[in-house]
């Protein structure tokens, strides 16, 4: 089996940065694709970025291009998203998600394996 366990989320203010952390164990072949997603109170799980194992191909949704970046650390199966310029809008639990590697996608249905979220809240 793989356990994804996110770290890094906390309260800031807008226009502040954090980094969130997703740490990646067990049968990590298995997670090709590595992704984050949110989910806002009352809305929809949404797609934030993705990244290949060998970090060659993201992805981001337009809503985090160019704030957001999206970086892996084989050595320590670690994933990681680097949030600035945050907005309150960005408030929403953050979901690290993983899946293996027959093709890229923004569904979060086609993601196997999640962690169990890290709260982010951006006060205006």
């Known amino acids: 089996q793989v356990q994804l366990v996110e770290s890094g989320g906390g309260l800031v203010q807008a226009g502040g940065s954090l980094r969130l952390s997703c740490a990646v164990s067990?049968?990590?072949?298995?997670?090709?694709?590595r992704a984050w997603f949110r989910q806002a109170p009352g809305k929809e799980r949404e797609f934030v970025a993705y990244i290949s194992r060998s970090a060659t191909r993201t992805d981001y949704a337009d809503s985090v291009k160019g704030r957001f970046t999206i970086s892996t650390d084989n050595a320590e199966n670690t994933v990681y998203l680097q949030m600035n310029s945050l907005k309150p809008e960005d408030t929403a639990i953050y979901y690290c998600?993983?899946?293996?590697?027959?093709?890229?996608?923004?569904?979060?249905?086609?993601?196997?394996?999640w962690g169990q979220g890290t709260q982010v809240t951006v006060s205006s």
């Open positions: 067990g049968r990590t072949f298995s997670t090709y694709v």
């Open positions: 998600a993983a899946k293996g590697p027959d093709y890229y996608t923004r569904a979060s249905s086609a993601y196997d394996y």
